[in-house]
C-alpha cells in the first residue's frame, strides 16, 4: 500500500493567516492526490482533485500544488469557516489511502 | 444530482455481518464510468476506504479487509452495499458510502454510526 503522512497533525492559526499542510507518499502517485475537508459529525467535502484542481463550488482561498511524492494545500487566508480538519488521499493505486489528518484550530 | 444514503442496523453482535446499504438518487447506478465505494472512520480517527464496485459488478478491496468484505450493486433498485463478516468492537465506526474510487470521492453520503457490541 502506498503510505500518505500528512504534517503537521494539528495547526493553530488566527483568521486571515495563509495555512499550509503537507502531505507525502510513500512512492511517486503523479497528480492522482486530493484533498478533503471535514467538519464533525459531518462527511467529508471534497476541496482540490488531481493534486491541484479546485472543486465546483470551493473558495478559490484553497488552492493545492504538488506532484510525484510532495504534496501542499494552501489556504490563503483562513476564514472562521476553514476551521476543521484536512486530509489527503491518493487515487494512483487500486488501494486508496487517506492521510492521517490535520486539524485546524483557532489560535 | 446525485445523492447518497447509508442505510442499515446500527448496532451488531460480535461474530456477525455487518450489512449496509447506499441508495443512489437523482442519477444512475449504472451510468458509465462511476465508481462506488465504501469507506469508514473509526470514532475519532482518520478515514479508511474499504473498497469498491463498477456498476458491472467489478470490485476492488483493502487488502487489509479483503477476507471480509463484500460489496454488490443491485441496479434494480440503484443501491449499492457492503457486507462485513467476522465482526469485533475494532469495526465499530462511521461508514460512509461514496461515489469515487478511480478518481477523488466527489459525493458522500451523510454517514452511518455502527457499533459492534452484544
Known amino acids: 500500500d502506498i503510505q500518505m503522512t500528512q504534517s503537521p497533525s494539528t495547526l493553530s492559526a488566527s483568521v486571515g493567516d495563509r495555512v499550509t499542510i503537507t502531505c507525502r507518499a510513500s512512492?511517486?502517485?503523479?497528480?492522482?492526490l486530493a484533498w478533503y475537508q471535514q467538519k464533525p459529525g459531518k462527511a467529508p467535502k471534497l476541496l482540490i482533485y488531481?493534486?491541484?484542481s479546485l472543486e465546483s463550488g470551493v473558495p478559490s482561498r484553497f488552492s493545492g500544488s504538488g506532484s510525484g511524492t510532495e504534496f501542499t494545500l494552501t489556504i490563503s487566508s483562513l476564514q472562521p469557516d476553514d476551521f476543521a480538519t484536512y486530509y489527503c488521499?491518493?487515487?494512483?493505486?487500486?488501494?486508496?489511502?487517506f492521510g492521517g489528518g490535520t486539524k485546524v484550530e483557532i489560535k | 444530482q446525485v445523492q447518497l444514503q447509508e442505510s442499515g442496523p446500527g448496532l451488531v453482535k460480535p461474530s456477525q455481518t455487518l450489512s449496509l446499504t447506499c441508495t443512489v438518487s437523482?442519477?444512475?447506478?449504472?451510468?458509465?464510468?462511476?465508481?462506488w465505494s465504501w469507506i469508514r472512520q473509526h470514532p475519532g480517527k482518520g478515514l479508511e476506504w474499504i473498497g469498491y464496485?463498477?456498476?458491472?459488478?467489478?470490485?476492488y478491496y483493502n487488502p487489509s479487509l479483503k477476507s471480509r468484505v463484500t460489496i454488490s450493486v443491485d441496479t434494480s433498485k440503484n443501491q449499492f452495499s457492503l457486507k462485513l463478516s467476522s465482526v469485533t468492537a475494532a469495526d465499530t465506526a462511521v461508514y460512509y458510502c461514496?461515489?469515487?474510487?478511480?478518481?477523488?470521492?466527489?459525493?458522500w453520503g451523510q454517514g452511518t454510526m455502527v457499533t459492534v457490541s452484544s
Open positions: 461514496a461515489e469515487g474510487g478511480d478518481d477523488a470521492f466527489d459525493i
Open positions: 437523482g442519477g444512475s447506478i449504472s451510468s458509465g464510468g462511476y465508481y
Open positions: 464496485i463498477y456498476y458491472s459488478g467489478s470490485t
Open positions: 512512492q511517486s502517485i503523479s497528480s492522482w
Open positions: 488531481k493534486a491541484s
Open positions: 488521499q491518493q487515487y494512483n493505486s487500486y488501494s486508496l489511502t
